[in-house]
């Protein structure tokens, strides 16, 4: 080592205890306002560590309300309580489910809707739309029964309930007298799903159409 070379190691050190003194002076001149930093610092970890556990016990309760929900009373106060959750969609389509399954169409419908105009990004938008047309269907709205069958065939092309919908559509349209669209509707189910459970259904559906055409 040539003699006046400083080693790194040195160096470093001196960086290290002139950037320590200038924090200690630093501090002395400003004590409180380092203080309330820290403190301020600590009370935004607290809170950040409080809020992930809320969440998790949150999440962890909805879940066991989401699976003990099986009662019309137990699926409305899950409703209730988690009305942004996950499974709020799913709770409302069972209610809806288990509504219509007692014949109280209008209350059925009611939580179907309730999916479609405050969950639409949920993944089971589809069946609530079927099982409006459905409820429609049972009340006599006939047209509002359509429509809902409409919504599940045009806007939801890769839906697993896109040939139950079909079958159903053609149905209105030849209680409307509107058989030329309704083998259009068959047409359609048939060529893009002839295995389907449906296909019978809507090939059952053909004699009608032809005779009227």
């Known amino acids: ?56 016990y949150k999440a ?17 106060a899950f409703i209730e309580n988690y009305d942004n959750d996950k499974f709020t969609p799913i709770v409302l389509y069972k209610k809806g489910n288990l509504l219509y399954e007692e014949n109280d169409y209008r ?36 047209d509002k029964a359509r429509a809902a069958f409409e919504t599940v065939v045009n806007n939801f092309k890769n839906s697993a309930f896109r040939a139950e919908a079909q079958v159903n559509l053609a149905q209105m349209l030849i209680r409307d007298g509107n058989y030329a669209e309704a083998k259009k509707v068959v047409d359609a189910l048939l060529d893009a799903e002839p295995n389907s459970l449906f296909a019978e259904s809507a090939k059952s559906l053909l004699p009608v159409i ?4």
């Open 1 to 56: 080592m040539s003699k006046g070379h400083i080693p790194e190691k040195e160096l470093k050190t001196d960086a290290f205890l002139t950037s320590m003194d200038k924090f200690l002076i630093y501090y002395k001149e400003n004590k409180t306002t380092v203080q309330w930093i820290a403190i301020g610092a600590l009370g935004l970890v607290v809170v950040v560590i409080f809020s992930a556990h809320f969440i998790r």
């Open 210 to 213: 032809k005779r009227n055409l």
């Open 107 to 142: 209350q059925a419908l009611e939580s179907f809707e309730q999916i479609v105009n405050n969950y639409k990004d949920s993944q089971i938008v589809d069946s609530a739309y079927l099982g409006m047309g459905y409820a429609y269907t049972q009340l006599q709205e006939f």
């Open 60 to 76: 962890h309760k909805a879940q066991q309300a989401f699976d003990t929900a099986v009662t019309k009373e137990e699926m409305t």
